[in-house]
């Protein structure tokens, strides 16, 4: 009976839990998990996670990606950020007020223009890293050592996964994901 009421909350839920034929779903685990997740970053839109999502898609995105790529077009941060050429054009326009980007000719060809950080905008990044270092510490400290540790492979083992599907598009087959692991193994991970 309590689970009927729990649906009765969350309609969504009640989806979560019948597969796509309408049987009831054997990997309920998985679906709790992803109700969760969902309830977790939608329903709980705290100044941090605004922050965090801000710099996946703006100003702060664009001025990590020259920090840690040097010079680039703005052809080249589209392609980086998934966004529309109109999209970095209002980004750059910003940044250029802001003085924390410049716009110069390309040495190797001067048809094209790229964008580099100036010094305050490196200063910007920095800023932005040391605040956001010290909030995720203290978060990683009222957790402690060992469910932090878990947090982070676990993290990393997730967004390994993720980064494999496609929507719509066929799953990827074991090799392919032990393919992905091996490689994600190979790179070099800042040890905690």
């Avoid at 839920?13 to 309830?39: K, L, P, S």
Wanted: with cysteine; glycine share 6%.
């Amino acid at each position: 009976m309590e689970e009927s009421n729990n649906n009765a909350a969350c309609p969504a839920r009640a989806w979560f839990e019948q597969d796509r034929d309408g049987e009831h779903n054997q990997f309920a685990y998985a679906d709790e998990a992803m109700h969760t997740i969902m309830v977790t970053v939608l329903g709980n839109r705290s100044k941090m996670a605004r922050t965090i999502e801000r710099g996946a898609h703006g100003e702060m995105f664009v001025l990590r990606d020259l920090l840690f790529n040097g010079a680039r077009t703005p052809t080249q941060l589209c392609a980086a950020m998934g966004v529309t050429s109109g999209r970095v054009s209002t980004v750059l326009s910003s940044l250029l007020k802001k003085g924390w980007v410049r716009r110069q000719e390309d040495a190797a060809d001067r048809r094209r223009v790229v964008i580099t950080l100036t010094d305050q905008g490196k200063d910007v990044v920095r800023e932005h890293y040391m605040q956001l270092r010290d909030d995720l510490r203290w978060a990683f400290q009222q957790m402690g050592e060992r469910r932090t540790r878990e947090f982070a492979e676990l993290f990393h083992e997730f967004f390994t996964l993720m980064s494999l599907i496609t929507p719509g598009q066929a799953r990827p087959s074991a090799q392919q994901v032990r393919e992905a692991f091996e490689h994600e193994s190979g790179r070099q991970h800042p040890t905690m």
